[in-house]
């Protein structure tokens, strides 16, 4: 027996998603994008499908999902909107383990350690080298970022700016980081992964990774003593 979503045919709506709807639509279709879409991973498929034309998206929580406004509505037609919804935590980490795999493999890489905490991110590790990739779903991105230490301070810095300054790329903009839908996130998660395998051998060099890293343009942190 089919479950309603929470508000469809109740008065539950929102004096919001009044307005965005419109007086003439159809209740079992009205949802709030403050309340959850499913519960105990069941996708409730009328309202998703609605709200996604609308140019919402949705991600996981827990056990159940939220909407989350991605883009501003534009008039493209449905099949294009329905194409672009950020991929879950669970998809995020699917993929970043299918294509950093061999990446890992060919540079001694551990992990990846994942984590949800503010958003879904993984990291791969070698001594005092540590990747770290993200997924933004606010703005349906993915990132890469590298980061090294010493004794005393902490650097990190983006993948490509760090390519671009070591001379293993030609410039900034050469790979993607769109994440708006399963198939762009793989294709960013491609480019950095190739950006990784290119730079590594430049930082394995403990007495010359700061200096490559500050080259780089990197964020510096002290660390704070032992106690």
């Given at each position: 027996?089919?479950t309603k979503?929470?508000?469809?045919?109740?008065?539950?709506a929102?004096?919001a998603?009044?307005m965005?709807?419109?007086?003439?639509?159809?209740?079992s279709?009205?949802?709030?994008p403050a309340l959850?879409?499913?519960?105990?991973?069941?996708v409730?498929?009328?309202?998703?499908?609605?709200?996604?034309?609308?140019?919402?998206?949705?991600?996981q929580v827990g056990?159940h999902?939220?909407?989350?406004?991605?883009r501003?509505?534009?008039s493209?037609?449905?099949q294009?909107?329905?194409?672009?919804v950020?991929?879950s935590a669970?998809?995020?980490?699917?993929?970043?383990?299918a294509?950093?795999?061999s990446?890992?493999?060919?540079l001694?890489?551990?992990?990846?350690?994942?984590?949800e905490?503010?958003m879904p991110?993984?990291?791969?590790?070698?001594?005092?080298?540590?990747?770290?990739?993200?997924l933004?779903y606010?703005e349906?991105?993915v990132?890469c970022r590298v980061?090294?230490e010493t004794?005393?301070?902490?650097?990190?810095?983006?993948?490509e700016?760090?390519?671009v300054s070591?001379?293993?790329?030609?410039?900034?903009?050469?790979?993607?980081y769109?994440?708006?839908?399963q198939k762009?996130?793989?294709?960013?998660?491609q480019g950095h992964?190739?950006?990784v395998?290119r730079?590594?051998?430049?930082?394995?060099?403990?007495?010359?990774?700061?200096s490559?890293?500050r080259q780089?343009?990197?964020r510096?942190?002290e660390?704070?003593?032992e106690p």
């Open positions: 027996m089919a979503a929470p508000g469809a045919g109740t008065g539950l929102t004096s998603s009044w965005m709807h419109g007086p003439a639509t159809r209740r279709e009205v949802t709030d959850p879409l499913c519960k105990d991973g069941k409730y498929k009328r309202a998703p499908r609605y709200l996604q034309v609308k140019g919402y998206g949705w991600r056990r999902w939220e909407v989350f406004k991605f501003p509505w534009s493209r037609t449905q294009d909107q329905e194409a672009s950020v991929p669970k998809v995020f980490f699917n993929e970043v383990r294509v950093y795999a990446t890992a493999d060919a001694d890489l551990t992990g990846p350690e994942e984590t905490q503010i991110r993984a990291s791969y590790k070698a001594a005092f080298i540590e990747y770290w990739i993200s933004d606010a349906g991105t990132g980061k090294t004794d005393t301070i902490m650097l990190t810095v983006d993948i700016p760090l390519a070591t001379g293993v790329a030609e410039k900034c903009g050469a790979i993607s769109s994440a708006r839908n762009q996130l793989r294709k960013s998660l992964a190739e950006y395998q730079v590594h051998q430049l930082l394995i060099d403990s007495a010359t990774a700061e490559v890293m780089a343009g990197a510096e942190w660390k704070r003593a």
